[in-house]
């Protein structure tokens, strides 16, 4: 991660109370991995390789998926498109922090990466 990643991070940790975090996935035709680690595969395989550990890492910190859906067109805004779309819930800025700091999330975050051509990521605390 960045050092702009990791203050981002640092910032949402300071986040009382639940947040949600929506995460839009534009993902690559082909995964490209770093190094010979993982063999070739589509971006939607490498981040089924992500889900199917990210969940249970997710759940170890107190979080849960709310949502996970296949995406579309923004109705409003830039037109842009999203091949997924997922929401997940977790007690406070901090739990999102500490999920970050799980070197087995870390391991399999390799496989998002792989996957992802661009992606937004929004953390929203509750109105007061």
Do not use: I, K, T
């Not at 190094?35 to 990210?54: F, H, I, N, Q």
């Not at 500490?98 to 953390?123: G, K, N, T």
């Amino acid at each position: 991660m960045s050092a702009e990643d990791v203050e981002a991070l640092e910032r949402v940790a300071g986040m009382e109370g639940p947040v949600v975090v929506v995460n839009l996935f534009a993902l690559r035709d082909q995964a490209v991995y770093d190094g010979d680690r993982d063999g070739p595969c589509s971006g939607v395989e490498a981040m089924l390789r992500y889900a199917a550990v990210s969940r249970e890492r997710v759940a170890a910190v107190g979080g849960r998926f709310v949502h996970r859906g296949f995406g579309g067109h923004a109705v409003w805004g830039r037109g842009e498109r999203w091949d997924l779309v997922v929401v997940a819930r977790y007690p406070s800025g901090a739990a999102v922090l500490e999920l970050f700091r799980d070197p087995v999330y870390l391991d399999v975050y390799r496989h998002r990466r792989a996957a992802v051509s661009d992606q937004r990521v929004v953390v929203s605390p509750p109105l007061p």
